[in-house]
Nanobody
Framework: QVQLVESGGGLVQAGGSLRLSCAASGRIFSINVMGWYRQAPGKQRELVATIICSSGWTNYADSVKGRFTISRDNAKKTVYLQMNSLKPEDTAVYFC??????????WGQGTQVTVSS
C-alpha cells in the first residue's frame, strides 16, 4: 500500500503562485511515476503534470506548460507542484497520484485551489 497526503492548496488572486506538496508513505520503493491531476466542478479529472521518479522526466498538460513545474525530492519522498501565473480556470481540486511498478494506482484525498479574478 502507498499513502499520499497533499498540502499547500488555498485561495490566491489571479497572477499569484502556490506550491502543492504530496508526501508519500508506505511501499514507496515501488513507486514509478507520480503526478498531479485536477478536477473542476462539473468537469472530468484531468492530468496536470507527471514525473518519473527515477529519471526526473516530466510531462505537462498544454494548459499549464510554462507556468507549472513538477519536481520531486526522493529523500523526502515528496513531489511538488509549483504553480505560477495562476488563472481563474486553474481553480479545481488537485489530486496527487502514484503508480507503482506493478501498475497499482493510488490517489491522495485532494487539496482545493481557488484562483480569484
Amino acid at each position: 500500500q502507498v499513502q499520499l497526503v497533499e498540502s499547500g492548496g488555498g485561495l490566491v488572486q489571479a497572477g499569484g503562485s502556490l506550491r502543492l506538496s504530496c508526501a508519500a508513505s508506505g511501499r514507496i520503493f515501488s513507486i514509478n511515476v507520480m503526478g498531479w491531476y485536477r478536477q473542476a466542478p462539473g468537469k472530468q479529472r484531468e492530468l496536470v503534470a507527471t514525473i518519473i521518479c527515477s529519471s526526473g522526466w516530466t510531462n505537462y498538460a498544454d494548459s499549464v506548460k510554462g507556468r507549472f513545474t513538477i519536481s520531486r525530492d526522493n529523500a523526502k519522498k515528496t513531489v511538488y507542484l509549483q504553480m505560477n501565473s495562476l488563472k481563474p480556470e486553474d481553480t479545481a481540486v488537485y489530486f496527487c497520484n502514484a503508480i507503482t511498478t506493478w501498475g497499482e494506482d493510488y490517489w491522495g484525498q485532494g487539496t482545493q485551489v481557488t484562483v480569484s479574478s
